[in-house]
């Protein structure tokens, strides 16, 4: 059985524990936290969770995860089964890591951690985060799914916005679903899907816990 390597808080984890309950792979939560310790850094080299064990070794990063989840388990489908339609997806997932995610992250020890303002961050992060909504608003069909037909990119926003949304209110005042017509209905179909609520009332416990832990 496939252990997932990680922890409730940790919106990549729910990336990933979101496409194994919609494929209906059995896993069992293996608790750990990122760290740079080597004995860590054999299974995930970047020291990040979520990573998974398999009866091969581990994988990190998500989205080569879902891509090995779809490969052994292809139905339900995570990515088209048209290569251009499929490529598509991976555009759009990668954008949303590289250009939503990663950026809204900046802020991350500001609005969760409650450290210093980060000034360069906040001049730098905009004007990309600017673009990747642009390039979703170009990419996406929204109907009512980012491509169409739900795939591994409804997974990634789900998980990519769930912090970067609040994350630029707090910073920027700035709502950034509204400005991409048609994401607040794709992300609220993402999140009824069975699997989606599931994650989405598992993280939200999650982050409380968290949240109350710290004040
Ligand atoms: N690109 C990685 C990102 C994973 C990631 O950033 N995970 C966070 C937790 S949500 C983490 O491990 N952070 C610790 C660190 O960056 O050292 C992936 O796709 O899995």
Not at 3 to 9: A, D, E, I, R, T
Not at 36 to 63: L, N, R, W, Y
Not at 92 to 104: D, N, P
Not at 180 to 205: C, M, S
């Amino acid at each position: 059985m496939i252990k997932l390597h990680g922890f409730l808080v940790s919106n990549y984890y729910s990336m990933v524990k979101f496409a194994l309950l919609e494929k209906g792979l059995e896993f069992e939560h293996v608790q750990v936290m990122p760290s740079q310790e080597d004995d860590f850094k054999a299974k995930s080299p970047m020291g990040k969770v979520p990573c998974i064990e398999t009866e091969h070794g581990f994988i990190s990063e998500t989205i080569a995860i879902l891509e090995y989840l779809e490969s052994i388990k292809p139905s339900p489908a995570l990515f088209p089964a048209d290569p251009y339609a499929a490529a598509k997806v991976r555009e759009v997932a990668h954008g949303l890591e590289l250009y939503i995610e990663l950026q809204g992250r900046r802020h991350y020890s500001e609005i969760f951690f409650g450290e210093k303002r980060n000034e360069a961050a906040v001049a730098e992060a905009k004007p990309v985060i600017e673009n990747g909504l642009k390039a979703l608003k170009q990419l996406g069909s929204f109907g009512p799914y980012i491509c169409g037909e739900f795939s591994a990119a409804d997974i990634v926003a789900a998980h990519s916005f769930v912090y970067a949304a609040p994350v630029c209110q707090a910073v920027y005042g700035w709502d950034i679903i509204a400005e991409v017509p048609g994401l607040q209905a794709a992300l609220d179909a993402t999140n009824a899907r069975a699997a989606g609520a599931q994650v989405a009332t598992e993280h939200g416990a999650a982050m409380k816990a968290f949240q109350e832990s710290a004040a």
